[in-house]
């Protein structure tokens, strides 16, 4: 069996025990593929073994990539990463899912550059639930109102929240943050939102998320090995 095949094997394994831990029904969590930075051969790898989520970062990278894949017509592209307003197209006509909303003026771009023939993009507003200056995403206050606003949208459908949790802290404070995205997403429930997804747990935080709520976990080294290179700019 190929290594890639393994470690797939191995994350859905943990991806359901990490279910059974919390006393979640199985298969409530749904494993997005992070493959940013990997080759179209590796997705392509990824898919045989039965994966059809897959997420993205780098709109450049991923839009060769979902040329590379046109032939997987039941791959659900995932974008995980800041949309520049000059990128908002291919998003707005290749993309499944967007976890990143945290503008309204990008929303609008992407709302009025979507296919009609196409279903609404399902998007996540991303809140900086570790309030770092580095992170992307709103300050946790301000992720009701937004998605008030990106609600109405027409080619858009607001489906829940995502964030990056904190790295190198303990896990006391990781479900701190996690429970604090939990709570969000009942608050937008309260405002009339009907959102249900909860993106969050990268590789080295799943299990936690999983126990907070997550809906969604998305995780990449743990199925593609390590990335060699960094984040490249999307202006480089
Ligand atoms: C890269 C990335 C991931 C996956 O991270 P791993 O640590 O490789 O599992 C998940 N979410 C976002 C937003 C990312 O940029």
Known sequence: MSVLKRNYQTVCAAVRQAEAAAG???DSVRLIAVSKTFPAEDIREVYAA????????YIQEWYGKTEALADLPDIVWHVIGDVQSNKTKFVAERAHWLHTVSRLKTAQRISAQRPSAMPPLQVCIEVNIAAESAKHGVVPEEAVGLAKEVAKLPNIQV????????????EAELARQFGRMKSLLADLNAAGIEADVLSMGM?????????????HVRIGSAIFGNR???????TA
């Open 24 to 26: 979640r029904e199985e």
């Open 228 to 234: 060699t290179y960094g984040e490249p700019s999307e």
């Open 203 to 215: 590789s080295a935080d799943m299990s936690t998320a999983v126990r907070c709520g997550a809906t």
């Open 50 to 57: 039965g994966q059809r989520d897959f997420g993205e970062n």
């Open 159 to 170: 489906r829940g929240l995502m964030c990056v949790a904190a790295a190198e802290v303990g």
